[in-house]
Each structure stands twice: as structure tokens, then as C-alpha cells.
């Protein structure tokens, strides 16, 4: 074969698998909407009175909810529990409002306070036919805050009809000692515009960004420059609430997001406000780009993130974003050209880091969160490695769903049988021996689920390793390709996927350092709907999570060996947590997509850890974990806010904080 045989053999094979991926993600997508269709003409047909009249039909479905809350919740008695603690939450929610604000001598401490870099933020506020109202709150937020050195741009683009506009900020100005800079514009120029007129007029070191009609915390840009004189800060970020009706104890929606997280912002412009970063971070480009106008602040936040040194987010909820007819915060209608530029954003990133072939699908959470499609490249040969004694129909259940299933072809499963006694077993081993993808190799001694799991990966060929318990049985037909398009990435280590009880409830969705009642870890969105949208949408996105369960875990086979694999010590539990933060401490991204969906019937295998020995056990590895990783689980986990229960697994608020 000629040298220009090759290369044209290379590009049609690379068409061709492009066209198998795209067709695998089709099947998937597909299925996907069969499953919620079914779901939902379930939901009709289950109900006896369907043709009844509307009234009827609703009074049906109510009653309908309350059953399901009423099972969901542990029967009367633990409604009353929720109950009870939805009041206690709400109680909790007040303490984020205006009692939340420093009191008079907090707020003299704050403003005598000498930090050793007394940086200028210069605030910059876009204004456009404001209400009077709005206008005054948010200068007087401003005004208002406990650290003294900022400087505040007002950029007017408002017509004749709202003159007043001016008169108001003219009169701030008068009485700001200098720090309020005004200028009316000739023209309005539009959100990028108005703000890059902003720019100009500032002169600090940090730019912050705070739209017109919201309202900033009074000890915000005291904790900001705190951040950055303690941990060198150059971009910051706090945690948000929309409010109604004037009154910011009136929330909406409380947003407490995770740290840093490049895989969600990708997804999810999460950040949002209150953006304060570096100047020297803009490196003489624009601040705004009016091709993003409507998502002009995400594509804004995806190239300064990216020159970023160090990005902190402060977990206060210390930004009010005023909900009101017309705002981007009482909906995406109000702005449906803001879905087109935050792809179009997203796009031009993934451009820059070096990803082609992607797609960007709106999901069902909302229209700016989105679900990304990274191109799988080459067709890298996936070891899946299952533990497995006895229990002959699991296996064959976990094993017939990736065979049947799998529209990925270049795997192989390598069995590792650890001490069975059952015939029926040894004939089915002898059946998989027929199968030349699959292999059976033995580990002689007591059950050790890190050894097992070893030894299988000494005995797998594939360039990436995957984990998966014989509890489990596929459900998405590309679940491997969904997989390993994160795990071929060099700044990824381990990839998660979303797992189900055979009730279609959530088992696992991601691993939170700390949670639960060992404070070890546990798994959040825990038994919540297969069609719960999850916090703030996370159940419908790729996000970075400081761990994912090796009931399904995929790695690069190179990565699992240079962190030497699962530790040993930890026999049963938490093994594949430690596995993940060893990943971590290597500054690799951990990955939970929602998008390669397993059945995973837990403990079927091996029973529960809740009692004698079991209990005895995971009580010893847990103690293990707490020690050896005890400045991790101080610090807390970076991608589960401070401000959530660590007693819960819904992201219910902390109480009497």
C-alpha cells in the first residue's frame, strides 16, 4: 500500500467511526426519549379516571404526589420529619437576608481593617432605563459597603424619557467623595457596550460586574479583598439568591455553588455573580463581546477563568438578583437570543482548548444548560474488570447488557472469581469461555475487593480500566463511549456514571467528601427520581465531583497504575473514594456524567454494612479514611457547598449555622 493509500485509508476509517459515534449517540438519544415517554404514558394509563373531568384529573394527581412523597419520605412518620425540617430550613434561609449583614460594630471592624494589599475594585454598572427604585437600592448597596476602597462606573445609555437616571447618579456622585464616576452616553450601545464604556472610565486593579437593578452585600468587597490578600485571588465569585417583590428576604432561588469547577462552567454558566477579577487578566482584550450579547458574561467568565492563576469562590450568599418582568433572572424568554450566544460562547472555548467535532444540545433542565458531546478519539480498547463470587444470575444479568447493549466494540471483560462454591457458576464461566472478549482469572484468598479489582488490571490488555460491579446492568447503549469521552482527556482522571435502583431512584450521581453519618463520604441526589433535574439542573449535566463509586468507574489503565491502583487497606469500603482523591492530589479532574446510565442493584452481591462484623468493619476503614485523609475532609469537599447539610444527601441547608 502507497503512502497516499494510507493516509486515505486513515481518513475514511476516521469518517467512518464518526459516523458510528454519531449513530451511537442518536440510538442513545433516542432511547433516552422513549424511556420518558413510556414514563409518562405510564403515569396516564395508571390512572382509572383519566377521561373524568379537569377538576377531577388534577384532584387525582395530587393525590397521586402525595403517595409517592408520602413512600419517598419513610411513610407518616417521616412526612412529619420533612416537615418539620422544610420549617426549619426556612427559618434558615432568613439568616441569608438582611440578617445576614454585619452588625454596626462588625461593620466598623470590617472598615478599619488594613489588609496588606488595599487593592481599588472598580465596579462597573451598565445603565439602561432603570427603575428609580432599582437604581437608588443598587447605589445604595454600593455606598453601603464595609470596605472603602472601590470606585463605582456608571455608564448611561438611557432616552430622554428616563432623564432622571442621570439626576440620580449625579447626585450619588456629589456625595461619594469621588469614587462614583458618571458619564452619559451618546448612544445606548447595548449591555457590551455600556459596560466596555464602564471600563474605560475605571481605574482599579480588580473589575467587578453588578447589573443595575441588583443589590450587593454590604461585607462583600471586604471578603473579597480578604480572599486576595490570604489566598492571592485574581478571580472571585460568591454564592446568589434572586429575590421578588423588592424585599431581598423574599428569595426565589438560593444558588450555592461548588468552587472552580471547569466541566460545569463549560455546561452552566454557574458563576454568574458577583464576578471581581484581576484587570491584568482582560491582557488588552475586550471585557464585553457584543457578538455574545445575552451570554455575554459566560463567554466573559470562560476566557478570564482560563488566565486565571487562582480562582476563589466565596461561599457566602452575598448577591441579590432582583426577579422582575423583563430580567434575565424571572426567565431565559425574556432573552431567547442568550441560548444562541452561550453556545456560540462555549463553542469558541472548546475551539480554543483544542476540541473539534463537539455538539451542544440544550437539556431539559433549561435552555443554558448544556449537555456537551466530546468526539471519542481512536477506538482505545476499554478492559471492564468485574469482582465476582457465586451469584450466577447477577453476573449473567450485568454481563448480557454489555454484550446486547453496547454499541462500542473494542472492550474486553476480564472476570476476576474470588472463591465461588456454586456449580451453577463454574458452568457459567464455562459458557464465557466460548466468548473470545472475555476472560476468567482467579484470586485466591479472603475477599478483598481493592486486591480483586488489582489483580484484574494486571490481567487486562486495554489502554483504560473499567470498574464495574456484577450488580449492574446497562441501560444507555453508549455508555462507554460517554465514559471515555471524558476519561481521554489529560486533565481527567476517573469518569462516573449515573446509577439507579431497579426503582429507577438515584443511587449514585456523584460522591461528596464528608457526608453522612461516618462523615467519610457519601452520594448525593440519593434516591431521588430518575427524572429529578437536580440541584439547580446538576442531574442533567457533566460536572467535576471530588469523587465517582467504582461500581462503574473508567480511567486511563496508565493513571490507575501510577497511584498504585485501589489501596489495599481499605478491603471493602471507600477504596474507591481514596482512589479518586489520589487522583486529585495528581490535579487531575474527577467526572460524573448523567448521561451513561446504569441499573446498579447495591449490596445485592455482598449484603449491607449496617450490622455486626460488617458494621465492625466499615467502621475501622472509615477511621482509616478520617486519618489519612483528615486535611481533605477539614477543608471540606470543594465541590459541595459548606452552606448544605452534611446530613443529608439532598442539598437541604445546613440548620442553626
Given at each position: 500500500?502507497?503512502?497516499?493509500?494510507?493516509?486515505?485509508?486513515?481518513?475514511?476509517?476516521?469518517?467512518?467511526?464518526?459516523?458510528?459515534a454519531e449513530l451511537a449517540a442518536r440510538i442513545a438519544d433516542l432511547e433516552e426519549?422513549?424511556?420518558?415517554?413510556?414514563?409518562?404514558?405510564?403515569?396516564?394509563?395508571?390512572?382509572?379516571?383519566?377521561?373524568?373531568?379537569?377538576?377531577?384529573?388534577?384532584?387525582?394527581?395530587?393525590?397521586?404526589?402525595?403517595?409517592?412523597?408520602?413512600?419517598?419520605?419513610?411513610?407518616?412518620?417521616?412526612?412529619?420529619?420533612?416537615?418539620?425540617?422544610?420549617?426549619?430550613?426556612?427559618?434558615?434561609?432568613?439568616?441569608?437576608?438582611?440578617?445576614?449583614?454585619?452588625?454596626?460594630?462588625?461593620?466598623?471592624?470590617?472598615?478599619?481593617?488594613?489588609?496588606?494589599?488595599?487593592?481599588?475594585?472598580?465596579?462597573?454598572?451598565?445603565?439602561?432605563?432603570?427603575?428609580?427604585?432599582?437604581?437608588?437600592?443598587?447605589?445604595?448597596?454600593?455606598?453601603?459597603?464595609?470596605?472603602?476602597?472601590?470606585?463605582?462606573?456608571?455608564?448611561?445609555?438611557?432616552?430622554?424619557?428616563?432623564?432622571?437616571?442621570?439626576?440620580?447618579?449625579?447626585?450619588?456622585?456629589?456625595?461619594?467623595?469621588?469614587?462614583?464616576?458618571?458619564?452619559?452616553?451618546?448612544?445606548?450601545?447595548?449591555?457590551?457596550?455600556?459596560?466596555?464604556?464602564?471600563?474605560?472610565?475605571?481605574?482599579?486593579?480588580?473589575?467587578?460586574?453588578?447589573?443595575?437593578?441588583?443589590?450587593?452585600?454590604?461585607?462583600?468587597?471586604?471578603?473579597?479583598?480578604?480572599?486576595?490578600?490570604?489566598?492571592?485571588?485574581?478571580?472571585?465569585?460568591?454564592?446568589?439568591?434572586?429575590?421578588?417583590?423588592?424585599?431581598?428576604?423574599?428569595?426565589?432561588?438560593?444558588?450555592?455553588?461548588?468552587?472552580?469547577?471547569?466541566?460545569?462552567?463549560?455546561?452552566?454558566?454557574?458563576?454568574?455573580?458577583?464576578?471581581?477579577?484581576?484587570?491584568?487578566?482582560?491582557?488588552?482584550?475586550?471585557?464585553?463581546?457584543?457578538?455574545?450579547?445575552?451570554?455575554?458574561?459566560?463567554?466573559?467568565?470562560?476566557?478570564?477563568?482560563?488566565?486565571?492563576?487562582?480562582?476563589?469562590?466565596?461561599?457566602?450568599?452575598?448577591?441579590?438578583?432582583?426577579?422582575?418582568?423583563?430580567?434575565?433572572?424571572?426567565?431565559?424568554?425574556?432573552?431567547?437570543?442568550?441560548?444562541?450566544?452561550?453556545?456560540?460562547?462555549?463553542?469558541?472555548?472548546?475551539?480554543?482548548?483544542?476540541?473539534?467535532?463537539?455538539?451542544?444540545?440544550?437539556?431539559?433542565?433549561?435552555?443554558?444548560?448544556?449537555?456537551?458531546?466530546?468526539?471519542?478519539?481512536?477506538?482505545?480498547?476499554?478492559?471492564?474488570?468485574?469482582?465476582?463470587?457465586?451469584?450466577?444470575?447477577?453476573?449473567?444479568?450485568?454481563?448480557?447488557?454489555?454484550?446486547?447493549?453496547?454499541?462500542?466494540?473494542?472492550?474486553?471483560?476480564?472476570?476476576?472469581?474470588?472463591?465461588?462454591?456454586?456449580?451453577?457458576?463454574?458452568?457459567?464461566?464455562?459458557?464465557?469461555?466460548?466468548?473470545?472478549?472475555?476472560?476468567?482469572?482467579?484470586?485466591?484468598?479472603?475477599?478483598?475487593?481493592?486486591?480483586?479489582?488489582?489483580?484484574?488490571?494486571?490481567?487486562?490488555?486495554?489502554?483504560?480500566?473499567?470498574?464495574?460491579?456484577?450488580?449492574?446492568?446497562?441501560?444507555?447503549?453508549?455508555?462507554?463511549?460517554?465514559?471515555?469521552?471524558?476519561?481521554?482527556?489529560?486533565?481527567?482522571g476517573a469518569v462516573g456514571a449515573k446509577l439507579y435502583y431497579g426503582d429507577r431512584?438515584?443511587?449514585?450521581?456523584?460522591?461528596?467528601?464528608?457526608?453522612?453519618?461516618?462523615?467519610?463520604?457519601?452520594?448525593?441526589?440519593?434516591?431521588?427520581?430518575?427524572?429529578?433535574?437536580?440541584?439547580?439542573?446538576?442531574?442533567?449535566?457533566?460536572?467535576?465531583?471530588?469523587?465517582?463509586?467504582?461500581?462503574?468507574?473508567?480511567?486511563?489503565?496508565?493513571?490507575?497504575?501510577?497511584?498504585?491502583?485501589?489501596?489495599?487497606?481499605?478491603?471493602?469500603?471507600?477504596?474507591?473514594?481514596?482512589?479518586?482523591?489520589?487522583?486529585?492530589?495528581?490535579?487531575?479532574?474527577?467526572?460524573?456524567?448523567?448521561?451513561?446510565?446504569?441499573?446498579?442493584?447495591?449490596?445485592?452481591?455482598?449484603?449491607?454494612?449496617?450490622?455486626?462484623?460488617?458494621?465492625?468493619?466499615?467502621?475501622?476503614?472509615?477511621?482509616?479514611?478520617?486519618?489519612?485523609?483528615?486535611?481533605?475532609?477539614?477543608?471540606?469537599?470543594?465541590?459541595?457547598?459548606?452552606?448544605?447539610?452534611?446530613?443529608?444527601?439532598?442539598?437541604?441547608?445546613?440548620?442553626?449555622?
Amino acid at each position: 500500500m502507497s503512502e497516499r493509500e494510507a493516509v486515505d485509508y486513515r481518513e475514511a476509517y476516521e469518517r467512518e467511526h464518526l459516523k458510528s459515534a454519531e449513530l451511537a449517540a442518536r440510538i442513545a438519544d433516542l432511547e433516552e426519549k422513549n424511556e420518558e415517554l413510556e414514563w409518562k404514558l405510564n403515569r396516564i394509563k395508571n390512572n382509572p379516571l383519566w377521561k373524568a373531568s379537569k377538576p377531577l384529573r388534577n384532584g387525582i394527581h395530587w393525590a397521586i404526589r402525595q403517595k409517592d412523597r408520602l413512600a419517598n419520605c419513610g411513610g407518616p412518620k417521616g412526612v412529619l420529619r420533612k416537615l418539620g425540617y422544610k420549617r426549619g430550613e426556612r427559618i434558615a434561609m432568613r439568616q441569608f437576608g438582611t440578617e445576614s449583614f454585619p452588625t454596626p460594630e462588625q461593620a466598623a471592624a470590617e472598615a478599619a481593617t488594613v489588609f496588606p494589599r488595599m487593592v481599588k475594585i472598580s465596579i462597573l454598572v451598565p445603565v439602561w432605563n432603570n427603575r428609580r427604585d432599582f437604581q437608588v437600592e443598587m447605589l445604595d448597596s454600593v455606598m453601603g459597603q464595609t470596605y472603602r476602597n472601590w470606585e463605582l462606573c456608571l455608564a448611561d445609555g438611557s432616552d430622554e424619557e428616563h432623564s432622571y437616571i442621570g439626576e440620580i447618579c449625579r447626585e450619588y456622585a456629589e456625595k461619594s467623595d469621588g469614587r462614583i464616576v458618571y458619564q452619559k452616553l451618546k448612544k445606548n450601545g447595548g449591555i457590551s457596550g455600556n459596560t466596555n464604556a464602564c471600563l474605560q472610565m475605571a481605574s482599579g486593579e480588580y473589575i467587578g460586574l453588578l447589573d443595575q437593578d441588583d443589590i450587593l452585600h454590604p461585607s462583600v468587597l471586604y471578603e473579597y479583598v480578604r480572599a486576595i490578600n490570604e489566598q492571592g485571588a485574581d478571580y472571585l465569585y460568591c454564592d446568589e439568591t434572586t429575590f421578588h417583590n423588592g424585599d431581598i428576604n423574599k428569595m426565589l432561588t438560593m444558588h450555592f455553588k461548588p468552587d472552580f469547577s471547569p466541566d460545569n462552567l463549560r455546561a452552566n454558566n454557574y458563576i454568574c455573580h458577583f464576578s471581581v477579577f484581576s484587570r491584568k487578566l482582560l491582557d488588552g482584550s475586550e471585557l464585553f463581546r457584543s457578538k455574545f450579547d445575552g451570554s455575554q458574561d459566560h463567554d466573559m467568565i470562560l476566557r478570564l477563568t482560563d488566565n486565571a492563576e487562582k480562582v476563589v469562590h466565596v461561599p457566602r450568599l452575598m448577591y441579590y438578583w432582583r426577579s422582575h418582568s423583563g430580567s434575565v433572572a424571572s426567565g431565559i424568554d425574556a432573552k431567547p437570543y442568550a441560548i444562541e450566544a452561550a453556545k456560540g460562547a462555549v463553542a469558541e472555548h472548546l475551539r480554543k482548548h483544542g476540541f473539534e467535532n463537539f455538539k451542544i444540545e440544550s437539556t431539559r433542565a433549561f435552555e443554558t444548560i448544556f449537555r456537551i458531546r466530546y468526539q471519542v478519539l481512536g477506538t482505545p480498547k476499554i478492559s471492564i474488570v468485574i469482582a465476582n463470587k457465586d451469584h450466577v444470575e447477577d453476573l449473567r444479568r450485568c454481563v448480557t447488557s454489555i454484550l446486547e447493549k453496547s454499541t462500542y466494540d473494542n472492550y474486553e471483560i476480564v472476570i476476576v472469581e474470588n472463591n465461588s462454591e456454586t456449580a451453577e457458576i463454574r458452568e457459567y464461566y464455562g459458557e464465557l469461555s466460548e466468548n473470545s472478549k472475555i476472560s476468567v482469572v482467579s484470586y485466591e484468598g479472603a475477599f478483598n475487593y481493592s486486591a480483586v479489582n488489582n489483580l484484574g488490571v494486571r490481567h487486562a490488555s486495554g489502554d483504560y480500566i473499567l470498574l464495574l460491579n456484577n450488580d449492574t446492568e446497562v441501560i444507555t447503549v453508549n455508555w462507554m463511549e460517554e465514559l471515555l469521552m471524558y476519561a481521554q482527556r489529560e486533565d481527567v482522571g476517573a469518569v462516573g456514571a449515573k446509577l439507579y435502583y431497579g426503582d429507577r431512584t438515584i443511587q449514585h450521581a456523584g460522591v461528596v467528601i464528608g457526608l453522612g453519618a461516618h462523615r467519610t463520604a457519601g452520594h448525593t441526589h440519593y434516591k431521588q427520581s430518575r427524572q429529578n433535574l437536580g440541584y439547580m439542573g446538576r442531574l442533567c449535566y457533566a460536572q467535576n465531583v471530588t469523587a465517582v463509586t467504582g461500581a462503574c468507574l473508567l480511567v486511563k489503565k496508565a493513571l490507575y497504575e501510577e497511584v498504585g491502583g485501589l489501596d489495599e487497606g481499605f478491603a471493602v469500603s471507600l477504596n474507591d473514594v481514596d482512589f479518586c482523591l489520589k487522583l486529585r492530589e495528581r490535579g487531575l479532574l474527577n467526572v460524573f456524567t448523567p448521561f451513561a446510565e446504569l441499573y446498579h442493584y447495591e449490596s445485592v452481591s455482598r449484603g449491607l454494612d449496617d450490622q455486626g462484623e460488617r458494621a465492625e468493619r466499615y467502621e475501622r476503614e472509615s477511621e482509616k479514611f478520617r486519618e489519612k485523609w483528615k486535611k481533605q475532609l477539614e477543608a471540606g469537599d470543594p465541590y459541595y457547598n459548606p452552606n448544605f447539610s452534611l446530613d443529608r444527601s439532598d442539598f437541604s441547608l445546613r440548620i442553626g449555622q
